[in-house]
């Protein structure tokens, strides 16, 4: 006999079918979705509307941005800038030495939030403001900070100057199609000066969702998540947004000769969203 799913396994079901990697590709539009206007920093954190989506849902997921690398001993007072338009910005830190590690920031305007760990060891602190930011920090000894902000803009890596100045090599290129989701854009793959691999999509956009990395395959043209899966694939990067012109360092000892593809995966499903044949020049 069947046993119906309690309450809470119902709607952890429903919250796994719409994260990680999306739950359609927006084409159930809604009367509301078509009136709607996002206004605050809040709304905004569902992304901005793509150009030329003709009235339908197409959205660039939040992405994280490098702000700052901070670093010092004992107690200091650091300073960076937030943009206005971010969602909120993080501070991760590491700690050396016996004993805590106190943090005081900006949580709301006027209120001051606190984080402290163990030291050695590691934190995490958060806040929404914007502008500029003062970060109050004690350890007992040596401490590193990263700063990053959260928004949901489109990335524009410039091209990289070898790239620019023709000292780079292509080694293909091809334009993105749709395996099992909607998405376009065109992928290259470079070989710089220095013998590093490198894929840069151009144009890209795909349906706003996290969890989605690039690979690179041996498979001339994967045509299904089947094909894609059970080639010879490595992972390159998790896809730092969802649009926009990025630059992908690959890992090292990765042949050339290899990569006849990149495929965008979804890890969450399990599924390939998107894939492009690197034709050679």
């Known amino acids: 006999m069947r046993r119906a799913l309690p309450h809470a396994a119902l709607l952890l079901v429903g919250l796994l079918l719409v994260a990680g990697c999306g739950g359609g590709d927006g084409d159930g539009e809604s009367k509301a979705d078509r009136n709607s206007v996002p206004q605050s920093r809040v709304n905004r954190a569902f992304g901005s509307a793509l150009p030329g989506s003709r009235g339908r ?19 200091s007072t650091e300073s960076f800038q937030i943009k206005r338009e971010a969602v909120q910005w993080r501070a991760r830190w590491r700690c ?9 920031f900006p949580s709301r305007p006027g209120q001051p939030g606190r984080s402290a760990s163990a030291c050695p060891g590691s934190g995490l602190g958060s806040s929404i403001q914007t502008g500029d930011v003062e970060l109050k920090v004690k350890a007992p000894g040596e401490w590193r900070i990263t700063i990053e902000q959260q928004l949901h803009d489109t990335i524009r890596d410039p091209l990289p100057p070898a790239v620019a100045d023709g000292s780079a090599r292509t080694l293909g290129q091809g334009n993105l199609y749709p395996i099992d989701n909607r998405g376009k854009g065109a ?18 956009s795909t349906l706003a969702t996290t969890g989605l990395y690039l690979w690179v395959t041996e498979a001339a043209h994967p045509r299904t998540t089947k094909e894609a899966f059970h080639s010879k694939h490595r992972t390159v990067a998790e896809l730092r947004s969802t649009a926009g012109d990025q630059n992908y360092l690959l890992p090292r000892g990765i042949r050339p000769e290899r990569i006849r593809s990149i495929v965008i995966w979804c890890d969450p499903l399990r599924i390939a969203y998107l894939g492009a044949t690197l034709r050679r020049p």
Do not use: C, D, K
Not at 59 to 69: G, L
Not at 196 to 203: D, K, P, Q
């Open 57 to 75: 849902a197409r959205y660039i997921a939040p992405h994280w941005e490098r702000v700052a690398e901070l670093s010092g001993s004992g107690e």
């Open 96 to 104: 050396e030495g016996e004993g805590r590690l106190e943090v005081e």
């Open 187 to 204: 992928a290259m793959l470079y070989q710089l000066p220095n013998g590093r691999l490198m894929v840069r999509l151009e144009g890209f």
